[in-house]
């Protein structure tokens, strides 16, 4: 039961990182204004790729903190599959590939975990 819905986070973050008017660099997610807001906050219009991944859990979940959580587990898993390794925390590697290359490399590391799931 875990997987599909670790699949399921994927795929909605996916599909926002997709519209590139709602791609950003830098913090997790900001609003119509561009004042960084918490990537559950109804007012969240844009996010980076953990963002994306928080957002897409708490429209899963309901749960705000457990969207965050279940967010970043997604973020390191992305790594694992695409072999990013890096010495921080799990998932900033995912951080530092949307930061550094964009949303596109993001998408593609999100179909190498999503194919690797199927």
């Known amino acids: 039961m875990a997987k599909p819905l670790f699949e399921q986070v994927a795929r909605g973050a996916r599909d926002i990182i997709a519209d590139r008017r709602r791609r ?8 119509v204004e561009g004042t960084e807001c918490d990537p559950c ?3 969240a219009v844009r996010f980076c790729a ?3 991944l928080i957002k897409s859990a708490y429209l899963v979940t309901g749960d705000w903190e457990r969207s965050h959580i279940l967010g970043w ?10 072999g990013i390794v890096t010495e921080d925390d799990d998932g900033y590697g ?11 490399a993001v998408l593609r590391a999100l179909d190498v975990f999503l194919t690797s799931k199927d």
Not at 24 to 31: S, T, Y
């Open 94 to 104: 995912l951080v530092k590939l949307s930061d550094s290359r964009g949303g596109m």
């Open 50 to 52: 953990v963002g994306a």
């Open 73 to 82: 587990r997604v973020a390191g898993m992305i790594e694992r599959a695409n």
């Open 24 to 31: 950003l660099r830098g913090v997790e997610a900001v609003d």
């Open 41 to 43: 906050d109804a007012r």
